[in-house]
């Protein structure tokens, strides 16, 4: 370490304190429930995007299938969906909306949500003064974006009833 000139001192210096920045910042997420249910559920919209993408439409090889129509011999509002958002991360729009029409807002819903939680989430790291306000504009702002998404869905579970 001795042997070290100044510039080389600076660099090992600046490389502590990014690392010691890292490190704070990560026990900031661990210890931060909204941060900690953002990337939660940011993980589960990957998640689900990477299904539609492995299991093909061509194949019909999903792993869920339909129970109300197995049981029924009827289809329900989600019959087709799978297919339907496969279809749509191929870009096969128009057949993606033969199979259900609800594909798109449903996969619109997706990727908002994906967007809006590193959207959130970097505000919320970046502007601590204004954490509750946007807490509670997420909060509400998500659950318009659902309810709008997923009205028809709603609605048809309460016609069985």
Same mark, same amino acid.
């Given at each position: 370490?001795?042997?070290?000139?100044k510039?080389?001192? =600076?660099?090992? &210096?600046?490389?502590?304190?990014?690392?010691?920045?890292?490190?704070?910042?990560? &026990?900031? /997420?661990?210890?931060?429930? =909204? %941060?900690?249910?953002? /990337?939660?559920?940011?993980?589960?919209?990957? /998640? /689900?995007l990477?299904?539609?993408?492995? $299991?093909?439409?061509?194949?019909?090889n999903?792993?869920?299938?339909?129970?109300?129509?197995? &049981?029924?011999?009827?289809?329900? +509002?989600?019959c087709?969906?799978?297919h339907?958002?496969?279809?749509?991360?191929?870009?096969? &729009?128009?057949?993606?909306?033969?199979?259900?029409?609800?594909?798109l807002?449903?996969?619109?819903? $997706?990727?908002?949500?994906?967007?809006?939680?590193v $959207? *959130?989430?970097?505000?919320?790291?970046? =502007? +601590?003064?204004?954490?509750?306000?946007?807490?509670?504009?997420?909060i509400?702002?998500?659950s318009?974006?659902?309810? %709008?998404t *997923?009205? +028809?869905f709603?609605?048809?579970?309460?016609?069985?009833?």
């Amino acid at each position: 370490m001795r042997n070290l000139n100044k510039e080389q001192h =600076y660099l090992m &210096i600046r490389l502590q304190e990014q690392s010691d920045r890292s490190a704070g910042m990560l &026990i900031r /997420i661990k210890n931060d429930p =909204y %941060l900690t249910v953002n /990337i939660v559920l940011a993980g589960i919209v990957l /998640i /689900i995007l990477v299904y539609f993408l492995v $299991f093909s439409p061509d194949r019909n090889n999903y792993p869920v299938v339909c129970i109300h129509e197995k &049981i029924t011999g009827k289809p329900c +509002p989600s019959c087709g969906l799978s297919h339907s958002l496969s279809l749509i991360m191929r870009g096969r &729009i128009d057949e993606a909306n033969k199979w259900n029409e609800n594909g798109l807002a449903v996969f619109i819903f $997706f990727i908002s949500q994906l967007f809006l939680r590193v $959207f *959130f989430s970097r505000y919320y790291f970046n =502007y +601590p003064d204004l954490r509750k306000q946007l807490v509670i504009t997420d909060i509400i702002g998500s659950s318009l974006i659902f309810l %709008l998404t *997923f009205m +028809p869905f709603i609605i048809n579970t309460f016609r069985w009833l």
